[in-house]
């Protein structure tokens, strides 16, 4: 913040003239002032007290009566312990709304030529499913973080890992063979990612009855499972596969299709996208070249049964499988692959990947192998690891066919949205069209918001009928807020009331203004702290506070009908602005604010 650094500036000052020594700016601590305290920042002057060789008290007074006489800035202090409470002056805050409007990116950092490169993976889903509320939290996360670090001046690069190879989709492809009679998502009327969906679930089914009826003749459950013809068949299509077999790979080129065209639409839908796609039935092969070499260099070595393994115990960690006995390769050789790829194709400086936290060993044990194969970018490598997203009612199961798909849960949030909407008046007095949009911004910016407001780190549950609340910490209620300073500024246009680009400093400003002020521009640091952090939650928590506060404002000081040309000017400014950085911050997020509602 720009009076912060003048703060910092005139503290470090104060200290030399006062003590006779000079103090980095790194060690000036100015923080907001607590609510119950008078004041806008305070400074913690402990640091100081080696330097004074007085109390903190008496420290703090003395830098304070040199800050109100030397610094036009601060227009009166108070002492509480060892903390000085500084008030700035109102002629300051108005200079800074001043600059915070003529800024139409305030916050955001331009990328240039010499922007580092940053690419983030996220979505990663596989053939066999249809994308569910679990893909839901990865691609909101993955999407928001991309615009988040393209604001922290970061050229990006969204990509995402396919897994369309594996047993996983061989299961959906014997079950289509043996029980599917060529349905077709056409004839069954189906999106293709929900048509194969339904043939995993049913190969479980099947396959859960068969190791039942093994297990009634006495056998033991690792028994039953090593004697599963089902299974065994899912292997031998593998096996196939792997072998270039033409009937099997061209089974799995068809159904692979149907997954990826109802992919498209869940994404479309969602609003997320990626610049590059890879496939690990592309990647997987050049991660087996990485490992034999690794196992030619006595990286790796190789077991009696034909399997290739890494020794991690001196890391202390254990020995990881890398190629199997029958040669084929596990998702640890398809990510050391992978990563060839994307650095042979990219200059990439930073490699994010957004994926949960029950692969956090998975990605330790990555990092720790590229690193030995003698990639620069393993020790580097960044593992985003999120939270689990539950329900209510509990846990999801893709298997037994109990997870919620993703565009279920975006046309619930729809149309949960429209009766809403329509039970509080919203949509009165608009066109059909219009009142489809407005419940498609609401129900998936509720959606988003929701998921995005939660620290990453945690797990949560996702209540659907608490996301779309006009009220509260939600998405609505940041957009309704937005439609209603939108709703303002026309207002003050139709009366022709064209406030200045810079407004006289001399301006008396209440204090909910100078909050309002102070918060708006905390937005640059709140932006910078998210790209470090790797937080969407600090930008979603922040635009609430900000969106709460001017409604406070709002509420208490008429705008349009202020007789002092002056303030109505600085309120439809700072309106303005509001509405400005609402609309930026979300849209790092992901969301989209409607313009009416």
């Known amino acids: 913040m720009i009076i912060e650094q ?66 036009a800035a601060i227009s009166e202090f108070n002492v509480i312990k060892g903390f000085l409470n500084l008030t700035v002056a109102g002629s300051c805050w108005i200079g800074l709304l001043n600059e915070i409007n003529i800024d139409a990116t305030y916050g955001i950092t331009p990328v240039t030529g010499d922007s580092q490169l940053a690419m983030i993976e996220y979505s990663s889903p596989n053939t066999n499913k249809p994308l569910h509320l679990g ?28 897994n369309d190879r594996g047993i996983h989709i061989c ?47 006495g056998l ?54 990626f610049d590059k796609i890879y496939y690990e039935s592309e990647t997987y092969l050049e991660g087996k070249d990485k490992v034999l070499e690794g196992l030619d260099k006595g990286i790796f070595y190789r077991r009696e049964d034909g399997s290739v393994w890494a020794d991690l115990t001196p890391e ?50 990555l990092s720790i192998l590229l690193d030995k194969l003698g990639f620069e970018f393993g020790k580097g490598l960044v593992h985003f690891s999120y939270g689990m997203v539950e329900l209510p009612e509990g ?17 619930e949030m729809i149309n949960t949205a429209r009766e809403i909407s329509r039970e509080l008046g919203k949509l009165d007095e608009m066109t059909p069209e219009e009142a489809e949009h407005i419940v498609r911004i609401v129900g998936l910016g509720s959606l988003k918001y929701f998921i995005l407001k939660v620290d990453p780190r ?48 001399n301006i008396e400003v209440s204090g909910k203004e100078e909050n309002l002020i102070q918060l708006l521009a905390l937005y640059a640091d709140i932006v910078k702290e998210a790209g470090k952090e790797y937080s969407p939650a600090l930008i979603a928590n922040y635009i609430y506070d900000l969106v709460k506060e001017y409604n ?41 604010v409607p313009e009416r509602m």
């Open 6 to 71: 003048q703060i910092t500036q005139a503290v470090i000052n104060s200290i030399k003239e006062l003590y006779g020594t000079e103090v980095p700016a790194s060690q000036i601590q100015l923080q907001k002032t607590k609510k119950e305290f008078k004041g806008h920042l305070t400074l913690v002057v402990f640091p100081f007290l080696r330097i004074s060789k007085k109390s903190p008290e008496q420290t703090a007074q003395q830098i304070g009566e040199y800050l109100l006489k030397s610094d």
């Open 135 to 162: 893909h839901v939290r990865n691609n909101l996360l993955g999407y928001s973080l991309s615009e988040i670090m393209k604001a922290n001046g970061y050229k990006v690069v969204k990509t995402n890992i396919v």
């Open 171 to 217: 299961k959906s492809m014997l079950a289509w063979q043996k029980w599917g009679e060529g349905i077709t998502p056409e004839k069954a009327g189906k999106k293709g990612d929900h048509l194969i969906g339904d043939f995993y679930v049913l190969f479980d089914k099947y396959y859960k009855q068969e190791l039942q009826e093994l297990q009634d003749k």
């Open 220 to 273: 033991s459950k690792e028994e039953a499972e090593a004697q599963s013809q089902l299974m065994a068949e899912a292997r031998e299509m593998l096996r196939k596969w792997e072998a270039g077999d033409e009937e099997t790979v061209s089974l799995w080129e068809t159904m692979n299709n149907w997954v990826y065209a109802g992919f498209d639409e869940t994404y479309k839908k969602m609003g997320v996208d």
């Open 316 to 365: 202390g960690l254990d020995e990881k499988l890398l190629l199997r006995a029958d040669g084929t390769s596990v998702y640890m050789t398809q990510d050391i692959g992978t990563a060839k790829l994307r650095f042979d194709d990219y200059p990439i400086n930073k490699m994010i990947y957004v994926v949960g936290n029950e692969q956090n060993y998975h990605f330790q044990v």
């Open 395 to 411: 846990k999801m199961k893709s298997r037994e066919g109990t997870v919620v798909d993703a565009d279920d849960l975006m046309d």
């Open 458 to 505: 945690k797990n949560m549950t996702f209540n659907p009928k608490e996301s779309i609340d006009f009220n509260g910490n939600t998405g609505p209620f940041i957009q309704y807020t937005y439609a209603r300073i939108r709703s303002v500024l026309r207002k003050a246009a139709a009366q022709n009331i064209v406030f200045p680009e810079q407004l006289p400093v």
């Open 552 to 592: 406070q404002f709002y509420h208490d000081f008429s705008i349009l009908r202020e007789e002092d040309s002056d303030k109505k000017n600085m309120r439809l400014m700072l309106s303005q602005n509001v509405a400005k950085i609402v609309k930026s911050g979300m849209a790092l997020l992901g969301i989209e």
